[in-house]
């Protein structure tokens, strides 16, 4: 990846625009009007043969006939025109070009022609480029985004031409504005490197729709949100292309989840709507820095206070109660019939001198990093003339602390919020859309945290013990299997450090009985469990083929007769190389526990924990993470399922051994990362109590 002659596209000195016109409704008019009333100061060509100057600008042939080497060409010419032109681009010197023509064909030799000249390309098929702080508007959208600090990365045009749309009268400025298109060559990985680095952008906007070089995405999206939040909508999700069917971790690991995973890796904080992303981008104009998780809620109503309180713990973040201090402070200036608590409701009759003094209140007192001013009409006051007091308070506060606002209504609820969005102060028209524009600014913090926390994985596997999971991978290829034995699979697992049970094999009817003994023996147990063994059968419980607390080696003989008739029945064509014969585990107070790798299309090895047991999909508790997961993401893994609330202590339960349980997702996230060649693997159930874990079952599918 290289962002080499980025720089000359997003603030060139130089602009050709290859295709101008005057012809009304064509893409070379709007472009080059749009080029010359933007303010840029640096030099304009055309390129039309048909003309000798346009709008009083020199029209050239040929981009030979240029008098120097533009740094950014604009290509609106007929499709068939675009190879010849890029390579003529190429040849002299030209160091970006942007092509905004659709259905341009042999994108792939344009790519190759691009890479060959060191041009690089945006598009085809891209509404352009824009750079509000140089007045450069290389683009046919219908308005000039003003100056800022954003910079918004866009694979769809109309989009971007939305969000300058939203964003003119709510004053909030842009350094950048990209139009990727078809993306043959610039990318939002090549973006973000740049971005990142770039001194005049203080946030990073993106509307995704597809990921081309995960690699390169991954790196240059930890780079940037190291430096900057990066907010992202990605749409346009469908269902994997080959979807694993040998196990639970493979069912469970929906697409979208893998995305999740994938931002939160990164460090990139992700949201649902587009009006998600216009509201951070307005928290971002607005007050881009500071952590907002525990906000104090002021309103005049009751049910707004609810409401706002209600997103507040829905979305995680804390609905902290005022101090002492706080009260104390707001009973000398409130009505004795306050809410006395948060949110603080200062009574539907309150005018500016109430909303202000709750407002100096709340803004003194160390419990809050930020506020909610919420207000809703009434006959008792002027609302509008409290946003005036309200946004000149915020004003005249050099806080650290983030303030917003939400005026609910519509007639004077508008110009409430036109006085707010003058002040450059956030306003929002839902006490929701106001908390979880919160919730994602605070969010991106959160997760800077935990990129910044995270150190390197190290191996702590011995290599002998690597070499000994490498040979048996090695063996199973060797004999054409895909799929290995359950003994095989807990071998693997026990060399990464994961307490597995004992596994022997009776080949055949005549040695169960054997086996079941030297099992109970050797454990020193009075059961055992029985496991139908063949390659063809995966999910053996579904074909009755696993019967648990057997207690004699006389009723183990029975049972493994009587299921080799069901598996033939339901089964009739599978191969059966024989019987597993493992000690019966019992624990009184062990939870069932999934742990697993699968593989995404895009992303590659993927880890799974959640809930295990026969109704594990049923169930559907678990949560997604990427490799390499080091032992903060392992336990934060754990607190996103449901079961995790059922691994701390209860009643006269026990705690279950969580520390064991992150050794082992780290472990098999290593496992992912040693071995490529594992496309799949599930361990459940993984039983864990207060003693620690142990794998019952477990089964590895490899790469064909």
């Known amino acids: ?418 006085i707010f969005d003058d002040a450059g102060i956030s306003t929002f028209e839902s006490p929701e859309d106001a908390i979880t524009a919160l919730h994602h600014l605070s969010q991106y913090h959160d997760l800077l945290g935990d990129l910044r926390q995270s150190a390197e994985v190290k191996s702590s596997i011995a290599l002998d013990r690597q070499d000994y999971v490498a040979q048996i991978i090695h063996n199973a290829n060797q004999e054409n299997r895909s799929t290995l034995s359950e003994y095989e699979a807990k071998e693997i697992v026990a060399a990464y450090g994961i307490p597995v049970t004992q596994t022997l094999v009776a080949h055949d009817l005549t040695e169960v009985r054997k086996v079941a003994e030297r099992v109970m023996l050797q454990s020193n147990i009075d059961a055992c469990v029985i496991k139908i063994v063949s390659e063809e059968i995966t999910h053996k419980s579904e074909v009755g083929g696993v019967v648990l607390d057997i207690k004699t080696p006389q009723e183990a003989v029975k049972q493994a007769t009587r299921m080799l008739d069901r598996v033939k029945k339901l089964m009739p064509d599978a191969t059966i190389q024989g019987f597993a014969v493992q000690p019966m585990i019992k624990r009184e107070h062990a939870r069932e526990l999934i742990l697993g790798i699968a593989q995404d299309a895009t992303f590659g090895p993927i880890i799974m924990f959640g809930a295990g047991g026969t109704a594990v999909e049923v169930m559907n508790d678990k949560v997604i993470e990427l490799p390499p997961v080091h032992t903060l993401d392992a336990t934060k893994m754990i607190s996103k399922t449901r079961i995790g609330k059922l691994l701390k202590s209860y009643r006269h339960v026990p705690a279950a051994d969580e520390e064991a349980i992150c050794k082992a997702i780290t472990a098999i996230s290593q496992l992912a990362s040693d071995f490529p060649a594992i496309a799949e693997l599930d361990i459940n159930p993984l039983i864990a109590d207060v003693n620690g874990i142990i794998a019952l079952d477990a089964r590895i599918g490899l790469k064909n």
């Open 1 to 418: 990846m290289s962002s080499i002659n980025l720089k000359k596209a997003l603030r060139p000195r130089s602009v050709v625009l290859i295709g101008a016109s005057e012809k009304d409704g064509s893409l070379g008019k709007a472009v080059a009007k749009n080029l010359l009333k933007g303010g840029f100061d640096g030099s304009v060509w055309f390129v039309n043969p048909k003309y000798e100057n346009l709008y009083e600008t020199r029209c050239y042939a040929r981009v030979e006939d240029l008098p120097e080497i533009p740094d950014l060409a604009i290509i609106v010419t007929p499709p068939a025109t675009v190879h010849s032109l890029v390579d003529s681009l190429g040849r002299i010197g030209c160091g970006a070009a942007t092509i905004v023509t659709a259905g341009v064909p042999d994108k792939l030799e344009i790519a190759g022609l691009a890479k060959k000249h060191n041009v690089r390309l945006f598009g085809p098929n891209c509404l352009g480029l824009m750079t509000p702080r140089i007045g450069l508007d290389a683009s046919f959208s219908h308005l000039m985004p003003k100056k800022g600090d954003i910079a918004f990365i866009s694979q769809s045009g109309a989009i971007l031409t939305s969000v300058i749309d939203w964003a003119r009268p709510k004053d909030i400025g842009f350094s950048h504005l990209v139009s990727l298109g078809d993306a043959v060559d610039v990318s939002i990985a090549n973006m973000l490197e740049y971005l990142g680095d770039d001194p005049e952008t203080g946030a990073i906007l993106i509307y995704m729709e597809a990921i081309k070089s995960l690699a390169d995405f991954m790196k240059a999206a930890s780079h940037a949100a190291n430096k900057k939040p990066v907010i992202v909508i990605k749409v346009g999700l469908t269902e994997q292309s080959a979807k694993a069917v040998m196990s639970h971790t493979g069912a469970l690991a929906g697409r979208d989840e893998v995305y999740d995973a994938a931002f939160r890796k990164c460090g990139l904080v992700r949201v649902d709507t587009l009006e998600d992303l216009f509201d951070v981008g307005e928290l971002l104009s607005n007050h881009p820095k500071g952590k907002c998780n525990r906000p104090a809620i002021i309103t005049n109503g009751g049910g707004l206070g609810i409401i706002a309180a209600d997103r507040v713990l829905q979305s995680g973040m804390e609905l902290a109660p005022p101090s002492g201090d706080l009260i104390s402070n707001l009973d000398s200036v409130l009505p004795k019939n306050w809410s006395g608590s948060n949110p603080i409701d200062i009574i539907g009759d309150a005018d500016s001198d109430r909303y202000r003094a709750a407002f100096r209140a709340a803004l003194s007192d160390e419990t809050y990093d930020s506020i909610v001013i919420l207000n809703c009409p009434t006959s008792a006051s002027s609302n509008v003339q409290i946003a005036k007091d309200i946004a000149a308070d915020i004003a005249a506060h050099d806080n650290k602390k983030m303030v917003v606002t939400c005026w609910v209504g519509d007639e004077t609820a508008q110009s409430a919020r036109g």
